[in-house]
């Protein structure tokens, strides 16, 4: 359905459910009832989905299904170049700003260490702007005044990261072990754990930036000198797009689970009405 086909849908079920009495549901009340159901349905696949670490050592196969056919519209898979834009010193200065390349495909390095190979990325999500302290004039070595929008990507959960070096193919592609912060340092340590150039480690942090916003970043652990990435490729579960009949922007859900958003919008929007005439009556 479109936007406009889920607000004909709420209308014509409210009717049958017993809201063709209440008048002055205004478009903008429908999309946010609307919105509420899609984030609900979203969060209730994943969980599902997700509940299969004891499940996955007794089933021969997994379920096609379930939530991989729900969420299929919302699987992506990016890649970011981030070597080649940027030549470091080893105090992790950078310079040599290439200008000439597409600043939209850039996964933006924080730090590099080339004694161990340690990174600390940036991930450019909706919103985020370029750190204007990061760039250099790799002629003149001043500061290039840059400020642009990354509006790559917008994810809701992380799925896995994966790495390609400069001496590797991009189909070659080197996963990653995703490692919570709080057990980082043991697992670093840890003789048969720790990480290497065919086995790194990445853990997902968050840091305030200069304009107060909250950005993703993380760091990339290879321990073997000199290691250059060429490119990190990101798959994560994007948030769905918030639906809004004046913006003309559509449910991005498979349609065969539309009808069902409507419905439950519907019974929101019933509750909540209900409640409100409940504490009016109540009032009086």
Not at 39 to 62: C, G, M, P, S, Y
Not at 216 to 227: A, D, L, R, W
Request: glycine fraction near 6%; aromatic fraction near 8%; charge should be negative.
């Amino acid at each position: 359905m479109t936007i406009s086909e889920m607000h004909s849908a709420f209308r014509t079920i409210g009717q049958q459910m017993g809201l063709q009495l209440v008048r002055g549901i205004l478009p903008e009340s429908i999309d946010v009832f609307l919105n509420d159901v899609i984030q609900e349905k979203v969060q209730q696949e994943l969980l599902v989905t997700t509940r299969t670490v004891i499940q996955e050592t007794t089933d021969t196969q997994a379920s096609t299904m379930g939530g991989i056919n729900i969420l299929r519209n919302l699987h992506r898979a990016d890649r970011f170049i981030i070597q080649y834009p940027f030549q470091c010193f080893n105090n992790g200065v950078f310079t040599n700003w290439d200008k000439s390349k597409e600043i939209e495909n850039l996964g933006i390095i924080d730090y590099y260490n080339p004694k161990n190979s340690y990174y600390e990325i940036t991930i450019p999500v909706t919103g985020y702007t370029l750190n204007k302290t990061n760039i250099m004039d790799k002629d003149t070595g001043g500061r290039i005044d840059v400020d642009v929008e990354l509006t790559r990507i917008s994810p809701m959960m992380y799925l896995s990261f994966s790495l390609e070096y400069t001496d590797t193919n991009r189909s070659n592609q080197v996963p990653t072990r995703l490692i919570g912060a709080d057990v980082l340092e043991t697992t670093l340590r840890d003789f048969c754990n720790g990480a290497d150039k065919n086995s790194p480690i990445v853990s997902i942090l968050s840091k305030t930036s200069n304009d107060g916003k909250t950005q993703n970043y993380i760091q990339v652990y290879i321990n073997k000198e000199q290691t250059e990435i060429k490119a990190i490729n990101i798959k994560y579960i994007k948030n769905p797009n918030v639906v809004s009949i004046g913006n003309n922007i559509d449910c991005d859900l498979p349609e065969y689970c539309h009808y069902e958003i409507v419905e439950r919008a519907v019974q929101k929007c019933k509750i909540a009405i209900s409640g409100q005439i409940t504490d009016s009556r109540n009032n009086r």
